[in-house]
């Protein structure tokens, strides 16, 4: 059972905007940066976007997050099929004293 | 740019001792602005954060309380790598390792190593 919460899966057509949603607490989320990381099959985890909404460069803006309390959703306009992978949410918690990730979202580009 | 490099075995019997070295190139493990992580992946554990060291005019390390009492993570500064150890295991410590470098950020990730545990 992972600390942050996700939906197992998302799923969109090209060109559309999906979200995926990423629900902590307040000794996580609520208090540090949300990172975000998608995962190709095969592959391990890449750094998507940090603290909250920086993208690594070669990350196209199309990727955004947004943050309120103690959750975050990354939104994926424009989608395309290269986009289908897993996608993790990730922050510092406080009290465990360590990172706790969500349990990834399966998304399938249709 | 920093790179990671895993190196260990991927086959273990119950009871041993898992060893798994992260090479580093592009940076220095006594960076006094990075960490260095561990990290495993398993379809029933998902993604779990194993531990960390990091230099700061001394040595740290930090670990995760559900492994707290079988692991060791240490550096190795003449050979600029740091290497995770994790006693006796067991079929649920068969997972794909990863090590990474933060502190914040988990901004590089090394490609990742399956170790399975079975008599």
């Known amino acids: 059972q992972s600390v942050l919460t996700q939906p197992p899966s998302a799923s969109g057509t090209p060109g559309q905007r999906v979200t995926i949603s990423c629900s902590g607490s307040?000794?996580?989320?609520?208090?540090?940066?949300v990172n975000w990381h998608q995962q190709l099959p095969g592959t391990a985890p890449e750094l998507l976007i940090y603290a909250d909404n920086q993208r690594p460069s070669g990350v196209p803006d199309r990727f955004s997050v947004s943050k309120s309390g103690t959750s975050a959703s990354l939104a994926i306009s424009g989608l395309q099929s290269e986009d289908e992978a897993d996608y993790y949410c990730a922050a510092w918690d406080d009290i465990l004293i360590g990172w706790v990730f969500g349990g990834g979202t399966k998304l399938t580009v249709l | 740019q920093v790179q990671l490099q895993q190196s260990g075995p991927g086959l273990l019997k119950p009871s041993q001792t898992l060893s798994l070295t992260c090479a580093i190139s592009?940076?220095?493990?006594?960076?006094?602005?990075?960490?260095w992580n561990w990290i495993r992946q398993s379809p029933s554990r998902g993604l779990e954060w194993l531990g960390r060291?990091?230099?700061?005019?001394?040595?740290?390390?930090a670990y995760a309380p559900s492994v707290k009492s079988r692991i060791v993570i240490k550096a190795d500064t003449s050979k600029n790598q740091f290497s995770l150890q994790l006693s006796s295991v067991t079929p649920e410590d068969t997972a794909m390792y990863y090590c990474a470098r933060g502190p914040s950020p988990l901004r590089v990730w090394g490609q990742g190593t399956l170790v399975t545990v079975s008599s």
């Open positions: 307040t000794s996580n989320i609520g208090r540090n940066t």
């Open positions: 592009g940076d220095s493990v006594s960076s006094d602005s990075a960490a």
């Open positions: 060291t990091y230099y700061r005019s001394r040595w740290y390390s």
